[in-house]
């Protein structure tokens, strides 16, 4: 804690810090990680807590659309001479086929994740351009839900899982 806030816990009176304290209580709720009737993302879905078929996490998600985005950046950058325009155009078509046809991209297989069906089965087509063409709206992914869904993932019925 720095020394800037550390008068704020000991000024706050005792009726805010409850009855262990502030520091107690963070303390207390930290040690008995998993807290009882907190769940996992993917618990929901059926899917295990860690390891392959497990949730993704933002991080790698994140991670593998950088990639992805680069990649066509790259891609446009030695097609055209004005690239602004072409990496949103083949990043939408790479995103789109390799979703439809294996629910994996570049990036997303470089850092070990996949887009499943929830009810298991192929993604497809049509799916797979929902599911793009929600992505490309930027803000709707940002929306997720305990599972890590964003809503481009809920209205497709997909759900990104580790390899």
Known sequence: MSALFHWCYDWLPACLQGTAGYRGAVAQQTADAPAKGTKYPGEDLGLPAEGPMSVAGMSRRIAALFVDWLLCLVIARGLTHDPQYWTLVIFAVEDYLLTAVGGIT??????????????????????????????????LPLFTNRDLRGLHDRAADTVIVRL
Not at 115 to 120: A, F, L, N, P
């Open 106 to 139: 570049i990036g997303k297989r470089l850092l070990g994740i996949r887009v499943i069906r929830v009810g298991g089965g192929r993604i497809g087509f049509g799916w797979a351009a929902l599911r793009t063409l929600l992505l490309l709206t930027v803000i």
